[in-house]
T-cell receptor
């Protein structure tokens, strides 16, 4: 059974800092990995989708990398801003059920 | 595009009552997913439809839960009778692709259900 872990559970940084969020998964036979952002009381916003054949994906200040063989992904946020404060979730597509398996998220706070 | 639409946004009901949650997927998407989010268990898939047909309902917790997708633009998740442990945020998501695809999923704003 696929399990997804995100470390740290919470992170607080000053504005302007570059930061890395980590995601690991137990079964490396994934099809793709998706990073989401969730604001309090809101739904999930898709940030990046990285296919299993890709090493990284970039969108603006965000860069996601994937090392499928080691079961790891990182989300790099450059020049963090208070508006980046949210919970970041990673999820992997694997198995025959076509479902996303989610990590428990990293709650990010960017201090002005 | 309006994105995935869910209603109601909040629902408070008493134990034993029937609850119906509604979802309109993004136009053109042919896969629809119902998820539940709780503090204890995080996000869990309940059921997945492709081309209006239920493909995987192994995540549905018990017979009190049922889901339908009568057409490509509408789905319901029903709980009857509801129990306090059903209190959670229920998300609907949609994507485009055939049954064998693993495409990007787009989520609705969720329905926060409280069962007293």
């Amino acid at each position: 059974k696929q399990e997804v872990t995100q470390i740290p559970a919470a992170l607080s940084v000053p504005e302007g800092e570059n930061l890395v969020l980590n995601c690991s998964f137990t079964d490396s036979a994934i099809y793709n990995l998706q990073w989401f952002r969730q604001d309090p009381g809101k739904g999930l916003t898709s940030l990046l989708l990285i296919q299993s054949s890709q090493r990284e994906q970039t969108s603006g200040r965000l860069n996601a990398s994937l090392d499928k063989s080691s079961g790891r992904s990182t989300l790099y946020i450059a020049a963090s801003q208070p508006g980046d404060s949210a919970t970041y979730l990673c999820a992997v597509h694997s198995g025959s059920a076509r479902q996303l398996t989610f990590g428990s998220g990293t709650q990010l706070t960017v201090l002005p | 595009d309006a994105g995935v639409i869910q209603s109601p946004r909040h629902e408070v009901t008493e134990m034993g009552q029937e609850v119906t949650l509604r979802c309109k997927p993004i136009s053109g998407h042919n896969s629809l997913f119902w998820y539940r989010q709780t503090m204890m268990r995080g996000l869990e898939l309940l059921i997945y439809f492709n081309n209006n047909v239920p493909i995987d309902d192994s995540g549905m917790p018990e017979d009190r839960f049922s889901a339908k997708m009568p057409n490509a633009s509408f789905s319901t998740l029903k709980i009857q009778p509801s129990e306090p442990r059903d209190s959670a945020v229920y998300f609907c998501a949609s994507s485009f692709g055939d049954r064998g695809s693993y495409n990007e999923q787009f989520f609705g704003p969720g329905t926060r259900l409280t069962v007293l």
